[in-house]
């Protein structure tokens, strides 16, 4: 999915980012949604041609309240 949101920084206030994510689960109790790194071909563009993303990238988590959602654009394949 296609996530833009609000990045909170100590000396700007807020930024806004993008991605491509794949969401991993959803905290309604707390607010909160955790995404990762989707094994698509334009984050792997990043890394170089032909190149996987290696485990580090594979297990990193981005955790997001909801409120910092701005925009998500959900993609199904049918």
Do not use: C, H
């Not at 909160?32 to 990193?60: C, D, I, M, P």
């Amino acid at each position: 999915m296609y996530v833009r949101y609000l990045e909170e920084t100590a000396e700007s206030g807020s930024n806004e980012q993008d991605g491509i994510f794949q969401l991993d689960f959803v905290e309604m109790e707390y607010g909160y949604s955790t995404w990762k790194l989707a094994n698509v071909k334009l984050n792997k563009q990043l890394l170089g041609k032909g190149r996987a993303l290696n485990k580090k990238q594979r297990q990193w988590r981005l955790r997001l309240p909801f409120a910092s959602l701005v925009f998500v654009r959900l993609y199904l394949e049918i």
